[in-house]
Nanobody, 128 residues
């Protein structure tokens, strides 16, 4: 699986950005897709994940720090997952990474070592 993240940039506090992660090489529908971020001097942290829960439903889980502000969605026809980030704060500044886990089980995949593939990061900078 190859992952290509894009959409980062500079935005003022309170603004919005949408990150994209395009996947290729595997049946996208059965990939759990996660987003992580890493701020300077800090460890990589979980942001959110979306996984297939059967039928046409997806299951999404978010870190408490972004719940209510960030939304993950996926377009299976485009093999792409999105991270819509609203009400951005300076503390959201980080390099954001998308990751894929080969699974057919929906779940809260919050640990970076639960993922099999990683994309390159995209930098998000939120100015105050």
């Amino acid at each position: 699986v190859q992952l290509q993240a894009s959409g980062g940039g500079l935005v003022q506090a309170g603004g919005s950005l949408r990150l994209s992660c395009a996947a290729s090489g595997r049946t996208f529908r059965r990939l759990a897709m996660g987003w992580f971020r890493q701020a300077p001097g800090k460890e990589r942290e979980f942001v959110g994940v979306i996984s297939w829960s059967g039928g046409s439903l997806d299951y999404a889980d978010y870190a408490d720090s972004v719940k209510g502000r960030f939304t993950i969605s996926r377009d299976n026809a485009k093999n792409t997952v999105y991270l819509q980030m609203d009400s951005l704060k300076p503390e959201d500044t980080a390099v954001y990474y998308c990751a894929a886990r080969l699974t057919e089980v929906a779940g809260n995949y919050r640990d970076w070592d639960e993922y099999d593939y990683w994309g390159q990061g995209t930098l998000v900078t939120v100015s105050s």
